[in-house]
Structure formats: C-alpha cells, structure tokens
C-alpha cells in the first residue's frame, strides 16, 4: 500500500520547472498527475491513498503556538486555485484522498500508516518531508521520490543520526526553521546527538538534567529553556489518532483510471504520456 504526500507532490510540481516551462493554467496539475502516473507504474501497488493539507491555519499545532509556520511565505492565488482540480485529478487517477478539516497531510499519512500496519498491511509512505521519517518501523517504510531512496531504520540514522522514534525528541532541541518549531537556542545538531545518545527520549535528558544539574553546564540551559523544548518536541510529533471516517482495506484498492475526467480538465495536454 503505497500513502502519498498529496501536497508535497503539488508543491513540487508548482515550483519546478515543469510550471514554469507550461503556462497553461493548471499546469501544477498537470504536473501532479505525471508524476503521480510514474510512481503508480513503477510500483504497481495494490492499495493507495494521498493526502491533502486541509486549507486554512486551524489545527492544534495552530492552536497551540500561533506562531507555527508563521514564516512561510503566503500561497499564491495561482496555486490555491488549482488545489480543487487537484483533488480531482488524483481521485481519477484511481486514488482514495483523504482531506479532513483542520488537519496536515502529514497528520493524516501517520493515521493511515499506523492503522495499515495494525491490519498487517506492508505500507510504504511516499514523501520527501523529513518529519515523516518518524513513521519508520517494522511494516512501514518511507520512500523519498526525489532521491529515489526508501528509507529503513538504519537509512535514518544515516541521514539523520537518531533512530526514527528520536526524531520529534531531536526536533524539541534543533527546532525547525521551515516550520518556526523553536528548539532550545544555540543547541545544534551534534549536542542534540550527543544528549539523545544511547537512545534517550527528550524527558529522560531532562531527568538526567534534573538529577545533577551541575554535572554539564548545558544542562542549566536545558533547563532553563525547558517548556520551549517540550513544545517544539509536542509541535513536531505526527499524530496517528486523525478521524478519518469509517472506511476498509478493500476502499484503498487501487481503482481504474478515470481518463474521461482527466481529458476534460486537461484537454490536449499529455497528461497520459
């Protein structure tokens, strides 16, 4: 079963080249459906599904620190008027999409991926975003499409240093800039590893901390930055408890190409080649 980073696949196909070399107004889409056509001919999964970032800044991370994703640049008009054909475009291609309210696309690839593995099913979670490398465990993998690699515990902490499980906990020192996660400031990557060594979670640094503060004079600054750390850690762990309705593994079958629909919103396009 093959769940698919919806918005990261449109994402990419709006800003690279292929937009900016096709000015026909949905060329995003355009772009989203080739891609996707690839990747479902390479795998020949059985089960699919993508996932959709809802619209709007309502969700608990939202919520709970306003200042989440503050940085980002706004989203063209351009691209949020092809967001609804996009929808479409993938359910034609014979993909189950999954959109709930006041939800991230991550949040949602994490509920599918978890509930696959609860029922036996091998997933593989398709996605270049780093935070979904935290999903990886026996029965799921990642595959990132932009460097052709799938991603296994041992790939992870090639990449990263820690084991997937760690990743949040990572995330709750270094923070994360592309998403205004704040982190503990000026603790880096290579204190981050050496405080998680052994595979410690975030609460167990601080409950060593909190045994012999004077024993390492980071640990003062730990703890003084303490609820930052725990927050940034809450804002970067993928919830796998989103409400998706009431669906089967049988829903997920992969369905037949709907090449009407796709021929009337991308008429004379090629989105078949």
């Not at 949602?108 to 990886?136: E, H, N, R």
């Not at 992870?156 to 995330?171: A, F, T």
């Not at 052994?198 to 003062?220: C, H, I, M, R, W």
């Not at 600054?221 to 970067?236: I, Q």
Request: hydrophobic share 40%; net charge neutral; aromatic share 8%.
């Amino acid at each position: 079963m093959l769940l698919i980073d919806g918005t990261a696949f449109i994402h990419r196909a709006y800003h690279g080249l292929f937009y900016k070399e096709n000015p026909m107004p949905l060329s995003a889409v355009l772009g989203t459906v080739r891609m996707l056509r690839k990747l479902l001919e390479t795998y020949q999964p059985t089960h699919a599904a993508i996932a959709l970032d809802s619209a709007g800044s309502n969700t608990f991370r939202h919520q709970c620190y306003p200042a989440y994703k503050q940085k980002k640049k706004q989203t063209p008009e351009d691209f949020k008027t092809q967001l609804p054909y996009a929808a479409l475009a993938v359910q034609a291609l014979g993909l189950r999409l999954f959109n709930p309210s006041n939800w991230e696309a991550d949040d949602v690839l994490a509920s599918l991926a978890f509930w696959g593995q609860s029922i036996g099913q091998p997933v593989t979670v398709v996605s270049s975003d780093k935070d979904l490398l935290q999903l990886v465990c026996p029965g799921i993998k990642v595959f990132d499409p932009r460097v052709d690699k799938f991603f296994d515990d041992q790939a992870v902490q090639q990449k990263l240093g820690v084991l997937p499980r760690q990743i949040p906990d990572y995330l709750g020192l270094v923070g994360d800039s592309s998403d205004n996660i704040p982190g503990v400031k000026r603790v880096g990557p290579k204190t981050a590893l050496k405080l998680l060594a052994g595979g410690l979670t975030l609460e167990q640094v601080f409950a060593k901390a909190e045994q012999s503060p004077d024993a390492n004079p980071l640990y003062v600054k730990l703890l003084a930055h303490k609820s930052e750390a725990l927050l940034s850690k809450y804002l970067a762990t993928l919830r796998v408890d989103v409400d998706l309705g009431t669906f089967t593994i049988d829903d997920l079958r992969l369905q037949e190409v709907r090449s009407d629909v796709l021929n009337n919103m991308l008429p004379n396009s090629g989105w078949d080649r």
